[in-house]
T-cell receptor
């Protein structure tokens, strides 16, 4: 089945450690995104990538890093510089081609990160 | 980015219609109106989108005001599985389809 997969579902990290969240899609989508959601809040954009080997900062990129070496994969690293990393992290993908009729984004099931 | 305003919460009874309003008075001519919903502890799910004309799909209907300054998501017969947070989002034409600006959304409670 085509879809977008995030792993792990739950992640615990000690303060001061970096941690990498996985996001893989087999939808052949060009664009991928990372969002963060805090309790009772909407989603906020961390980073996005419209093409392999290129990515842009979103609204809250500080303390995070990404890579896009393959079209299917867009891992997010939460670094020790992120002051409040405990949150629900969501990855999404979409078609992103000039001239396409506006369409939808597909979201993964999320990774809940807790700093202990 | 143009903003949207939604009620914090709404309630409905099962099998009754639900009308979820959204105000977007600063919408521009190229902004599409998208609706997503999010069930607890899950990623958001696309519901419907439109530009000027009313739209129907298997999940819902979208009614867009003539001046496009407001819209209404219509669930024709609410079920318990429709209980979720519903987000109304404006997406400028040509913007990446996943580059979404989420507000607080409307928490929909469906009573049996």
């Amino acid at each position: 089945d085509g879809g977008i997969t995030q792993s792990p579902k739950y992640l615990f990290r000690k303060e001061g450690q970096n941690v990498t969240l996985s996001c893989e899609q087999n939808l052949n989508h060009d664009a991928m995104y990372w969002y963060r959601q805090d309790p009772g809040q909407g989603l906020r954009l961390i980073y996005y990538s419209q093409i392999v080997n290129d990515f842009q900062k979103g609204d809250i990129a500080e303390g995070y890093s990404v890579s896009r070496e393959k079209k299917e994969s867009f891992p997010l690293t939460v670094t020790s510089a992120q002051k409040n990393p405990t949150a629900f992290y969501l990855c999404a993908s979409s078609i992103d081609r000039v001239g396409q009729v506006s369409t939808e984004a597909f979201f993964g099931q999320g990774t809940r990160l807790t700093v202990v | 980015d143009a903003k949207t305003t939604q009620p914090n919460s709404m309630e409905s009874n099962e099998e009754e219609p639900v009308h979820l309003p959204c105000n977007h008075s600063t919408i521009s001519g190229t902004d599409y109106i998208h609706w997503y919903r999010q069930l607890p502890s899950q990623g958001p799910e696309y519901v419907i989108h439109g530009l000027t004309s009313n739209v129907n799909n298997r999940m819902a209907s979208l009614a867009i005001a003539e001046d496009r300054k407001s819209s209404t998501l219509i669930l024709h017969r609410a079920t318990l599985r429709d209980a979720a947070v519903y987000y109304c989002i404006l997406l400028a034409g040509g913007t990446s389809y996943g580059k979404l600006t989420f507000g607080q959304g409307t928490i929909l409670t469906v009573h049996p």
